[in-house]
C-alpha cells in the first residue's frame, strides 16, 4: 500500500510504502506503524514524534506501536479524546516492553522529553504525544 505521508514541519508530502520510515532522520519508526488503522492512505505527523519513538527505541529495543495517527471516525470508534493528539500526528501509543513497568518506562520517557510533552499511563500501554506543554494522566 502507498501512503502520502506529510511532514507538518515542513509541509513536504512523499509517497511511501509502509515498509519505509515515516521520516528518513529517524528510520526506526515505519509509515506501516504509525498510520491510522483504518486504513486511510493520508499519514501526517510531526517530526518531534518519530524523533522521540527513535530514541526511545535507541534506549529499549524493540518497541511496538499501538496507535499513532488517527483519522476523526477511527479515534471516535476507539474512544479517543475528542481533541486528541493522534488526530493532528502527534502522539503514540506504544506497548510497554517487557520486562519493564509501565512507571519505569513513562519516567524514562518523561526524563527525555520533558516539559514540552503529554504522558499517558495506561495498564501495559504508554501514550506520549509532543503537545507543546506538560500533561499527564493515568488510567490504570
Known amino acids: 500500500m502507498k501512503y502520502h505521508v506529510i511532514n507538518l514541519e515542513t509541509n513536504e508530502i512523499a509517497q511511501k510504502d509502509g515498509s519505509e520510515p515515516l521520516d528518513a532522520r529517524y528510520p526506526n519508526l515505519l509509515v506501516s506503524e504509525f498510520a491510522c488503522q483504518d486504513g486511510s492512505e493520508v499519514v501526517p505527523y510531526d517530526p518531534n514524534i518519530a ?13 511496538n506501536v499501538n496507535s499513532g495517527f488517527r483519522t476523526y471516525s477511527h479515534n471516535a470508534k476507539v474512544g479517543g479524546a475528542t481533541d486528541s493528539q ?27 522529553f520533558g516539559d514540552l510533552f503529554g504522558y499517558g499511563l495506561y495498564k501495559g500501554r504508554i501514550h506520549i504525544d509532543c503537545r507543546g506543554y506538560y500533561k499527564y494522566w493515568s488510567m490504570k
Not at 524523533?51 to 518497541?63: E, H, P, T, V
Not at 510497554?96 to 519516567?107: A, H, Q
Open 51 to 63: 524523533k522521540a519513538f527513535q530514541r526511545l527505541r535507541n534506549i529499549f529495543g524493540s518497541l
Open 86 to 112: 493522534h488526530l493532528y500526528g502527534k502522539a503514540i501509543d506504544i506497548a510497554t516492553p517487557d520486562g519493564v513497568t509501565d512507571e519505569f518506562f513513562i519516567l524514562t520517557a518523561k526524563e527525555l
